[in-house]
């Protein structure tokens, strides 16, 4: 299905049409959260939509580190190695995930599954060291948690808790 | 093992009495009625019996300061705003928070959504907008569904929308969420990334409170500086003003985090000392010794071990040249090498900087190089002087905060840097270009 016969990407663009340029990142957030990325063709409907240049566009959508123009994986590791984690040992849990996906910082797997990402601050100090695997938030792991944790992401299967 | 805790990592510290979070754990935070049933939208309800001028004067009379990393006063903020002949205006709330270290609006947020929007409706009847936007971190998945649900419950309830709980004031509130930028916590790169383009900081002045969002007059204030607003407008900004020093009243919120046994978020006046703050964590692990407390988040400074006995308060850290900023309080311990410390902090902000102005987007290029220079081994005797002219031109020429701060936690340790080199590894001049 390509994305301009997409029903929801097209409520998506419904919704934020009369906000115009105010509504364009929200509009690459939801888009990209149903999509998993932005792709140029939806890109060049947003503006369209939204009346904002593609170069506008595509300004905005390479200014956020979250929002991705080109395919990621469906899953996405982010390993913070701030401060707060590299005091309570980060680059344990960063080997580990390296090690457990195949990975190296910034790749995705071949079948797209699996991205890993270096991260800065998380925001959840209190639970150093962290990782997020897409939204949800895991704390307070030592290598081999962080290594469990990426073998079942690597396979599929829903995080351990 | 996921961040949903095995114990609170929120409290007051002992001897002091919680106010920011007081209902956080203790209440249903998707329960409008619960929030109720906790003294919640009694401090709406008396707001709306007296004058916008008259809340503005408590808020400026309590001494109630920003507690987003400026310490602007909150209630001249406001005054400013109410005072532009222009309408409309905006509350905005930037909960885009950001900083390394500092986690406590999150945990207001996702314990006790409410009460920021009982503060943002008390803000804007004060002001005078109708309008208002919650920004929130782009990362912090749950603050933004109970901010969601509470600003859904409480326009359900009559609490905002057209004329509230029955009065001639009306006022709705938007969420918008940040999607990985640091810079957008700067609050004019926030207003930019609302209004759809890239999230780059405005030469000030005009400030906010002139033209602010989409031009017009806006107050945007920090999660936690909203949070007090309630507490002052029913107990008085005498009440306010007891707590804590005269300099630094009321309560505040500590992230203390790092190499400490009981991480969290603490709640007490801005009178506790660092020492005091990781005491009522339990201290250092086991064996272990600070090596330095990084105050202030990367943004902030590191304040050696001996200085351990330094009040937070304003005054207290101005004198040993650190600031409180976000509330940050990172301890890092004698097992991290604190050159490593350094290269996160420098990379940082390398990465963060928006790329707007120069003095931040090669500065803090310059100065990442230089400490990854020195991790491969190689040190030159003019980088110290040369560190220092980075970091005098990204405090003196930036626009906004991102490069005013980006040299100071870095500056803080050079002298321990400098003396770590001393007598070997020196490249000669040839050698390198920078």
Redo the contacts between chains.
Sequence with gaps: MTPSQDEAVADILVRWQP????????C??DVQNHLGWLPPDVCAQVGEV?G?PLA?VY??AT?????YTQPVGRRIVRVC????C???GSPALLEACRTALGLAPGETSPDGLVTLEVH?????????P?L?VN???????DAA?AERLARAVRAGEAPP? | ???S?DRP?WQAIPGYEAHLLRRVGQVDPTSLADYEAHGGYRALRAALEMTPAEIIEMVKASGLVGRGGAAFPTGIKWESAARQPVTPRYVVCNAD???????KD?VLMEGDPFAIVEAMTIAAYAVGAEQGYIYV?????AAYERLANAVAAAREAGYLGKRVLGSDFSFDIEL???????VCGEETALFE???????MPRQKPPFPTERGL?GRPTVINNVETFANVPHIVLNGPDWFRRIGPPDAPGPKLF?V???VER???YEGPMSVTLRQLVEVCGGMRPGRKIQAV?VGG?AGTFVPAEHLDTPVSFEALRAIGASLGSG?V????DS?DML??VE??TR?FA??S?GKCYPCQLGTQRQWEIVRRWQAGHHRPDDAERLQDIAHAMREASICGLGQTAASALMSVLPRMVTRFEGGNHVSASDADH
Excluded: W
């Design positions: 906000y115009g340029r105010a509504g364009l990142l929200p690459l957030i939204l904002v506008d300004g905005v200014f956020y580190s979250r929002l190695d701030d401060v707060a590299l005091a309570n800065p601050c998380l925001g959840h100090c209190e639970h150093a962290c997020m939204d949800q938030v895991f704390g307070r792991l948690a808790k | 093992m996921t961040a805790a990592t928070e950001s900083e390394p270290g500092t986690f999150r971190r782009g990362e912090f998945r918008r969420r940040g999607a990985g930028a640091y990334s609302i209004e759809g383009k890239r999230g989409f992230c985090s790092g190499a991480p969290g978020v990084l990367a940050a990172l301890v890092v311990d991290v490593e410390v996160r902090i940082f990465h963060e928006c």
